[in-house]
């Protein structure tokens, strides 16, 4: 039925067009798109697009369609072709369309030509005399059409014949017309710059356009051009610093102001150029310095587009000539992006780290701990950056570190990289793992370079290593092959064929059996087999009958290359003359000029051939070639591999007269001095880097052994960040300057959250230091401040604290006369305790108090003199029975947990072989220690290191004593009790200035809010100093209606509180890099709030 | 910028504009794959990715993925301005754009885009200039063509894709 309408319709186009045609037209399209979305499978997609397809093909070729109808089939047609479909047939009509339709016709053409048609299409050359005719139009708007056709497809070898007309186009009083034929011969220079060399002046022009959207265009233009050739543009570098002044300086119509960053990809433009016409320029550099540092300047507001603008600034600056104070600038700015929580800034900052370890490795060292993250994260993006990033700062110290991480991440391990290689055994290690695990994924020139190493060196020196290899491969062939990867086949026949014979102890024989078995296998592809063979036809010498035996087996093959193979490796094994001959015992001279090819050449030459040029030579006049094809002088991977018996890289064999090629040179085999061994890849490294000009093993002991002891001064850090902190001393070893630099970093901008003041806890847990009596007035305070925290005490009633401070049992529990409100309460909360409901865990005083409190007062005497100074808990009753009485009492130490029990001897008698076993399922319990006996009315101390990995509300303890009154009769008494977080929360001390540098870097955050103590005059100052009592939190600083407060797991992650008063509540903000660290830390501090 | 693509959540592309030459087989090939690539990227990771030898910008808007191809010496984030520029090219031409305008209309975003973008390069980035080019060719159209019905698009957005 809709046929019969529709053909009702186009006979009678006159009848509807003013009237129902155009609505008509949109509602094609709209069915289609409808009728699309609405089925449900590709099957159906398909032939409704057939049917649709053939229905166009219908119109279009019918004379009655008008053009009207013919643009809206256009606009179907390029609906079929965006979903997949060939709409080939109804090209020509989209160029018919542009041709002879009006204006929106021509419109919807040209955009059709420029979807379908590439720039090599034939039909394109159909389309230019409408271009023509379009560029000379009075109306501006077919202009505008065809210059925007011409700035996307357009048949290079017709430029000539447009160029005049755009050219004209420059000049034109219209801006829009002006800026798209600059475009336009953008193009045509990218294309054929030939064609517009003589028009620079033009665009000189252009570049003084008053209109800032042409002159935006031109430097396109410029950008290219300088690229090339930057010397012919220096005159110009005065200009573009003006431009650019004018812009920051907002002299540009708001127009062009993006998020009200004034024209910012012109500015970014102007960036690059500048960077191009100073690199490497002190005095043009010197022109541009107070532009950049204006940039850097301005971009300050905190968006993407301003932090793309400073991506581009630090790029120049470190491009063009150094200027120290710019530098520290670029560098800050380096630090901001790589801080930041934001993934996109991040993944730019480990760009241009990458960028700029070139010019200052010391600058990786302040991010190691944020690189060393980054190497583990969720987004492959930003691990590979990590790893591009390791790659630039590689050196002979830290390769073996780089390139198992890089091995981990998959296989993308430059060959050059392992030129640093500390020894041979790891070096072929290294490389056995690179090619089994790539495999095949390698670029094709890694086994080739790795093959070139070993080939290159002197016999002597270099035997070890081959030797090395040879075993190492004979090893890996007697396991299982089926599974290796086709190069590394094929590198390992190489080097058994080459290099078996330095293995004395090896049977030929042995080798045979192993390289022909390979032949037998199915999944070996013939190229490996031709590697195989080439191999064996090394090896032989004496050994005529294996090979006679696998010629013959070979000789029926179907593969013509391994029969011809086979055909020649009998030969050779039976002719020993011919085999001395061909196979020559000691390595030949390589003729790397090529020499023996002149006559060749110049035979060529005179029978008329080309000369040789460089392929980028060549490439350029492709276009134009009309000349006879020249001489080729092709060769095949598998026909150099059988016959170049010293080197397998494929020297490529081009003519001599190609001479001075740069690609060439560094195939030249003659003189090359060998990359093995070279020196730290760092020019600043070089002093202080021992010297590597042999690999030999001792160099990377001696450069951990550097590592470990500049480890070993600081304070001992929990085992994850140990671990990190490990890998970044040895993935940045070497970097620094001096052998003297902190591998933590420099002191400018360390990274914060490993940052830690020098305390005399960390120090060591040794005593008799006079360091340590120094320091313990300043321990005794915060002993007292501690204090505070157990008691719980507001630090406004200094007076009633001091009763609490003498850390018996008796103060706290025992003393029911005390006054003072909050010791009711925390014997309230023991109480509880000994009534066996649920656990209140205020306070660090939680050790479940089983029985009531029957401990002397000086218990804490008879700590050990090394602990006495810790700040710790009282003493607490944990079990008794007549003949054995414990109690125990924490001590917080910053990187654990000391549990300390004091085991009392209640009777008259000796109790022997006492034994405390502790067990908690949650926690690290590291050190413990055991009594033999216990005198009569005695009470031996025993401690526990316990450390806390990963937070958990409440953790419970238990164990059992173990002890004999009389030999033979063992008694075990049990106890048990319950830590909380709160116990391992230590407090962090930072400055305000590192709090927000660490704030940023952190990711995990939790948001909630908090009740606000308001009883005193000031609820912010008094709640936090509750928390800070509560937990042990340090309150870095209160600015008005907000406060900061730092603490740490041990000194394990840190998690920073941000607090802010919102009316009767305390917003509260937690930040870690701990995903669960805030909320245990928040669930303490409500518990905190609640129950004071 | 090497092009452009506009795709689906459900991966069905609803724009694609090329500024190298490359065979349809080729293009057809590099749509398939980076549209999986980006699909299956996670909402946190970050908008960046290398491909090949190119560098991937993408950006999701609602159930629109907008995806740019650059070269490594280029500079992501102001790619992904320019993404955003040209979404706001396209909100303010439609008045506060979806995907179904897009749908619709694509030949018109793909005027936009002409605009905006010529060969790969940024064109003109003030957005009073872009829309007053475009504006300019438009009064040319019939008003009948201009005026899209909001009844048909609501049918249109009950039926799942």
């Given at each position: 039925?809709?046929?019969?309408?529709?053909?009702?319709?186009?006979?009678?186009?006159?009848?509807?067009?003013?009237?129902?045609?155009?609505?008509?037209?949109?509602?094609?399209?709209?069915?289609?798109?409808?009728?699309?979305?609405?089925?449900?499978?590709?099957?159906?997609?398909?032939?409704?697009?057939?049917?649709?397809?053939?229905?166009?093909?219908?119109?279009?070729?019918?004379?009655?369609?008008?053009?009207?109808?013919?643009?809206?089939?256009?606009?179907?047609?390029?609906?079929?072709?965006?979903?997949?479909?060939?709409?080939?047939?109804?090209?020509?009509?989209?160029?018919?369309?542009?041709?002879?339709?009006?204006?929106?016709?021509?419109?919807?053409?040209?955009?059709?030509?420029?979807?379908?048609?590439n720039e090599g299409h034939?039909?394109?050359?159909?389309?230019?005399?409408?271009?023509?005719?379009?560029?000379?139009?009075?109306?501006?708007?077919?202009?505008?059409?065809?210059?925007?056709?011409?700035a996307?497809v357009f048949p290079k070898d017709m430029i000539p014949?447009?160029l005049?007309?755009?050219?004209?186009?420059?000049?034109?009083?219209?801006?829009?017309?002006?800026?798209?034929?600059?475009?336009a011969l953008y193009k045509f220079y990218l294309i054929a710059p030939n064609q517009v060399q003589h028009i620079h002046?033009?665009f000189?022009?252009?570049?003084?356009?008053?209109?800032?959207?042409?002159?935006?265009?031109?430097l396109h233009i410029y950008l290219q051009l300088i690229r090339e050739s930057p010397d012919s543009y220096k005159?110009?570098?005065?200009?573009?610093?003006?431009?650019?002044?004018?812009?920051?300086?907002?002299?540009?119509?708001?127009?062009?102001?993006?998020?009200?960053?004034?024209?910012?990809?012109?500015?970014?433009?102007?960036?690059r150029i500048?960077s191009l016409l100073g690199k490497e320029d002190?005095?043009?550099?010197?022109?541009?310095?107070?532009?950049?540092?204006?940039?850097?300047?301005?971009?300050?507001?905190?968006?993407?587009?301003?932090?793309?603008?400073?991506?581009?600034?630090?790029?120049?600056?470190?491009t063009?000539?150094?200027?120290?104070?710019?530098?520290?600038?670029?560098?800050?700015?380096?630090?901001?992006?790589?801080?930041?929580?934001?993934?996109?800034?991040?993944?730019?900052?480990?760009?241009?780290?990458?960028y700029?370890?070139q010019?200052?490795?010391?600058?990786?060292?302040?991010?190691?701990?944020?690189?060393?993250?980054?190497?583990?994260?969720?987004?492959?993006?930003?691990?590979?950056?990590?790893?591009?990033?390791?790659?630039?700062?590689?050196?002979?110290?830290?390769?073996?570190?780089?390139?198992?991480?890089?091995?981990?991440?998959?296989?993308?391990?430059p060959i050059k990289?392992?030129?640093?290689?500390?020894?041979?055994?790891?070096?072929?290690?290294?490389?056995?793992?690179?090619?089994?695990?790539?495999?095949?994924?390698l670029q094709q020139d890694d086994?080739n370079n790795?093959?070139r190493?070993?080939?290159?060196?002197?016999?002597?020196?270099?035997?070890?290593?081959?030797?090395?290899?040879?075993?190492?491969?004979?090893?890996?062939?007697?396991?299982?092959?089926?599974?290796?990867?086709?190069?590394?086949?094929?590198?390992?026949?190489?080097?058994?064929?080459?290099?078996?014979?330095?293995?004395?102890?090896?049977?030929?024989?042995?080798?045979?059996?192993?390289?022909?078995?390979?032949?037998?296998?199915?999944?070996?592809?013939?190229?490996?087999?031709?590697?195989?063979?080439?191999?064996?036809?090394?090896?032989?010498?004496?050994?005529?009958?294996?090979?006679?035996?696998?010629?013959?087996?070979?000789?029926?093959?179907?593969?013509?290359?391994?029969?011809?193979?086979?055909?020649?490796?009998?030969?050779?094994?039976?002719?020993?003359?011919?085999?001395?001959?061909?196979?020559?015992?000691?390595?030949?001279?390589v003729d790397s000029s090529l020499s023996f090819l002149d006559?060749f050449v110049s035979e060529a030459l005179?029978a008329g051939a080309a000369p040789y040029k460089p392929p980028h030579q060549r490439q350029e006049e492709l276009s134009l070639n009309l000349e006879p094809y020249s001489f080729s002088l092709p060769v095949s991977l598998?026909s150099c591999?059988?016959?170049?018996?010293?080197s397998?890289t494929l020297l490529s064999v081009s003519s001599g007269l190609s001479g001075n090629s740069a690609e060439l040179s560094t195939l030249i085999l003659e003189g090359v001095?060998?990359v093995?061994?070279?020196?730290?890849?760092?020019?600043?490294?070089?002093?202080?880097?021992?010297?590597?000009?042999?690999?030999?093993?001792?160099?990377?002991?001696?450069?951990?052994?550097?590592?470990?002891?500049?480890?070993?001064?600081?304070?001992?850090?929990?085992?994850?960040?140990?671990?990190?902190?490990?890998?970044?001393?040895?993935?940045?070893?070497?970097?620094?300057?001096?052998?003297?630099?902190?591998?933590?970093?420099?002191?400018?901008?360390?990274?914060?959250?490993?940052?830690?003041?020098?305390?005399?806890?960390?120090?060591?847990?040794?005593?008799?230091?006079?360091?340590?009596?120094?320091?313990?007035?300043?321990?005794?305070?915060?002993?007292?401040?501690?204090?505070?925290?157990?008691?719980?005490?507001?630090?406004?009633?200094?007076?009633?604290?001091?009763?609490?401070?003498?850390?018996?049992?008796?103060?706290?529990?025992?003393?029911?006369?005390?006054?003072?409100?909050?010791?009711?309460?925390?014997?309230?909360?023991?109480?509880?305790?000994?009534?066996?409901?649920?656990?209140?865990?205020?306070?660090?005083?939680?050790?479940?108090?089983?029985?009531?409190?029957?401990?002397?007062?000086?218990?804490?005497?008879?700590?050990?003199?090394?602990?006495?100074?810790?700040?710790?808990?009282?003493?607490?009753?944990?079990?008794?029975?007549?003949?054995?009485?414990?109690?125990?009492?924490?001590?917080?130490?910053?990187?654990?947990?000391?549990?300390?029990?004091?085991?009392?001897?209640?009777?008259?008698?000796?109790?022997?072989?006492?034994?405390?076993?502790?067990?908690?399922?949650?926690?690290?319990?590291?050190?413990?220690?055991?009594?033999?006996?216990?005198?009569?009315?005695?009470?031996?101390?025993?401690?526990?290191?316990?450390?806390?990995?990963?937070?958990?509300?409440?953790?419970?303890?238990?164990?059992?004593?173990?002890?004999?009154?009389?030999?033979?009769?063992?008694?075990?008494?049990?106890?048990?009790?319950?830590?909380?977080?709160?116990?391992?929360?230590?407090?962090?001390?930072?400055?305000?200035?590192?709090?927000?540098?660490?704030?940023?870097?952190?990711?995990?955050?939790?948001?909630?809010?908090?009740?606000?103590?308001?009883?005193?005059?000031?609820?912010?100052?008094?709640?936090?100093?509750?928390?800070?009592?509560?937990?042990?939190?340090?309150?870095?600083?209160?600015?008005?209606?907000?406060?900061?407060?730092?603490?740490?797991?041990?000194?394990?992650?840190?998690?920073?509180?941000?607090?802010?008063?919102?009316?009767?509540?305390?917003?509260?903000?937690?930040?870690?890099?701990?995903?669960?660290?805030?909320?245990?830390?928040?669930?303490?501090?409500?518990?905190?709030?609640?129950?004071? | 910028m090497q092009f452009?693509?506009?795709?689906?959540?459900?991966?069905?592309?609803?724009?694609?504009?090329w500024y190298v030459p490359l065979s349809?087989?080729e293009?057809?090939?590099i749509?398939?794959?980076?549209?999986?690539?980006?699909?299956?990227?996670?909402?946190?990771?970050?908008?960046?990715?290398e491909w090949r030898d190119l560098k991937?910008?993408?950006?999701?808007?609602?159930?629109?993925?907008?995806?740019?191809a650059i070269e490594d010496q280029d500079?992501?984030?102001?790619?992904?301005?320019?993404?955003?520029?040209?979404?706001?090219?396209?909100?303010?031409?439609?008045?506060?754009?979806?995907?179904?305008?897009?749908?619709?209309?694509?030949?018109?975003?793909?005027?936009?885009?002409?605009?905006?973008?010529?060969g790969g390069e940024?064109?003109?980035?003030?957005?009073?200039?872009?829309?007053?080019?475009?504006?300019?060719?438009?009064?040319?159209?019939?008003?009948?063509?201009?005026?899209?019905?909001?009844?048909?698009?609501?049918?249109?957005?009950?039926?799942?894709?």
């Open positions: 039925m809709s046929d019969v309408v529709e053909k009702t319709l186009t006979a009678l186009p006159g009848l509807f067009e003013s009237q129902t045609g155009a609505a008509k037209i949109t509602n094609r399209l709209r069915q289609l798109i409808k009728s699309i979305t609405e089925l449900t499978s590709k099957h159906e997609e398909e032939n409704l697009i057939k049917r649709e397809l053939s229905a166009i093909k219908e119109q279009v070729s019918s004379p009655n369609t008008t053009m009207k109808q013919m643009r809206e089939i256009m606009v179907r047609a390029m609906y079929c072709e965006m979903l997949g479909y060939d709409a080939s047939f109804t090209y020509i009509h989209a160029i018919k369309l542009a041709q002879q339709g009006g204006v929106l016709e021509k419109r919807v053409g040209y955009l059709a030509v420029s979807l379908f048609l034939e039909l394109l050359l159909l389309l230019v005399n409408t271009v023509l005719k379009d560029l000379q139009s009075t109306n501006l708007i077919e202009v505008c059409m065809a210059l925007t056709v011409v996307q014949a447009v005049p007309l755009v050219e004209d186009k420059l000049s034109h009083p219209k801006e829009i017309i002006r800026r798209k034929a600059v475009l002046a033009k000189c022009k252009a570049l003084s356009d008053k209109d800032p959207g042409v002159m935006a265009s031109s005159d110009l570098t005065g200009s573009f610093v003006t431009i650019l002044k004018q812009v920051l300086g907002g002299k540009l119509p708001v127009d062009f102001n993006y998020h009200s960053v004034p024209a910012p990809w012109l500015q970014i433009q102007l960036l500048l002190q005095s043009t550099s010197e022109l541009m310095y107070e532009v950049l540092d204006e940039s850097l300047r301005r971009a300050e507001m905190n968006h993407n587009i301003t932090y793309a603008i400073l991506y581009e600034c630090v790029k120049a600056v470190y063009i000539h150094p200027k120290a104070e710019l530098l520290e600038k670029a560098a800050r700015c380096i630090g901001n992006f790589v801080l930041s929580p934001k993934i996109n800034l991040k993944y730019l900052g480990l760009k241009a780290l990458t700029v370890v010019h200052d490795a010391k600058l990786a060292l302040q991010h190691q701990m944020t690189i060393i993250e980054c190497l583990d994260h969720s987004d492959f993006t930003i691990k590979r950056e990590t790893l591009e990033l390791l790659f630039r700062i590689t050196n002979a110290q830290n390769v073996t570190v780089i390139v198992e991480k890089m091995l981990d991440f998959l296989c993308y391990v990289t392992l030129t640093f290689a500390p020894d041979n055994s790891w070096f072929i290690q290294t490389m056995n793992d690179v090619f089994s695990i790539g495999g095949d994924l086994p790795f093959l190493l070993l080939a290159e060196g002197k016999p002597e020196e270099d035997d070890q290593l081959r030797l090395y290899a040879v075993e190492s491969y004979l090893t890996v062939l007697k396991g299982h092959t089926s599974h290796l990867p086709q190069c590394f086949l094929q590198v390992m026949s190489w080097v058994l064929g080459e290099y078996a014979h330095l293995q004395e102890s090896v049977d030929r024989r042995e080798v045979i059996r192993l390289l022909t078995q390979l032949l037998d296998q199915r999944s070996v592809s013939s190229e490996t087999r031709v590697w195989i063979l080439s191999a064996l036809t090394k090896i032989p010498e004496g050994q005529t009958d294996l090979i006679l035996d696998l010629a013959e087996s070979l000789s029926s093959s179907q593969d013509t290359v391994l029969r011809q193979q086979a055909q020649e490796l009998r030969h050779l094994s039976q002719d020993s003359q011919l085999r001395e001959w061909v196979l020559v015992e000691n390595s030949c001279a006559g005179a598998s591999s059988i016959t170049d018996r010293q397998p001095k060998r093995w061994g070279k020196d730290g890849y760092l020019p600043q490294k070089e002093a202080t880097a021992p010297p590597v000009d042999e690999p030999s093993a001792a160099v990377q002991p001696a450069s951990q052994q550097e590592a470990a002891e500049r480890i070993e001064p600081r304070p001992e850090p929990s085992t994850q960040n140990q671990d990190k902190q490990q890998l970044a001393s040895s993935l940045f070893v070497g970097l620094g300057v001096g052998s003297s630099v902190s591998l933590l970093g420099k002191s400018e901008a360390p990274p914060p959250r490993f940052r830690k003041k020098p305390r005399p806890h960390e120090s060591s847990s040794s005593s008799g230091t006079s360091k340590r009596s120094s320091d313990s007035s300043s321990r005794s305070s915060r002993n007292t401040t501690d204090s505070f925290l157990y008691g719980s005490f507001p630090e406004e009633e200094p007076a009633t604290s001091i009763s609490t401070f003498d850390h018996t049992p008796k103060s706290t529990t025992a003393n029911g006369l005390s006054q003072n409100k909050d010791t009711k309460e925390d014997r309230h909360a023991n109480t509880s305790q000994i009534l066996g409901g649920d656990m209140v865990i205020v306070r660090p005083s939680t050790i479940q108090d089983k029985h009531p409190p029957s401990v002397s007062s000086d218990l804490t005497a008879l700590l050990p003199a090394d602990l006495k100074d810790l700040p710790h808990s009282d003493v607490i009753s944990l079990t008794s029975d007549p003949s054995l009485s414990l109690s125990s009492c924490r001590l917080f130490r910053d990187e654990a947990l000391l549990l300390v029990i004091f085991i009392s001897n209640c009777t008259e008698t000796v109790i022997k072989d006492v034994a405390v076993q502790l067990t908690c399922e949650e926690l690290k319990v590291c050190t413990g220690n055991v009594m033999d006996c216990l005198e009569a009315r005695s009470t031996s101390v025993c401690h526990y290191a316990l450390l806390m990995d990963d937070p958990h509300t409440n953790v419970s303890l238990t164990g059992t004593v173990s002890y004999q009154t009389q030999p033979g009769h063992t008694n075990t008494l049990p106890f048990s009790g319950t830590l909380s977080t709160a116990d391992f929360i230590r407090p962090l001390v930072v400055t305000t200035e590192e709090y927000g540098k660490l704030w940023l870097s952190l990711s995990h955050d939790v948001k909630q809010n908090l009740k606000l103590l308001t009883d005193a005059g000031d609820p912010l100052r008094t709640t936090l100093n509750a928390l800070k009592d509560a937990l042990q939190l340090h309150v870095v600083d209160i600015i008005g209606s907000e406060g900061i407060v730092a603490c740490r797991l041990l000194s394990g992650a840190p998690c920073l509180l941000h607090c802010r008063v919102n009316g009767a509540a305390l917003a509260m903000w937690l930040r870690s890099p701990h995903p669960a660290l805030p909320d245990f830390i928040l669930y303490h501090c409500q518990r905190a709030l609640a129950h004071h | 452009m693509l506009l795709f689906s959540r459900q991966g069905k592309l609803r724009l694609q504009k349809d087989k293009k057809k090939k749509t398939r794959e980076l549209v999986q690539t980006v699909l299956a990227r996670k909402p946190k990771m970050c908008s960046f990715l991937i910008v993408y950006k999701r808007y609602a159930s629109l993925y907008f995806c740019c500079n992501e984030l102001i790619t992904l301005e320019i993404i955003h520029r040209y979404v706001e090219l396209l909100d303010k031409y439609f008045g506060s754009v979806c995907e179904l305008d897009i749908i619709f209309n694509f030949e018109k975003a793909y005027f936009i885009l002409d605009e905006f973008l010529l940024a064109q003109e980035t003030s957005k009073k200039n872009v829309l007053k080019a475009i504006e300019q060719a438009d009064l040319l159209q019939e008003v009948s063509t201009q005026s899209v019905t909001s009844e048909h698009l609501c049918k249109c957005i009950a039926t799942p894709q």
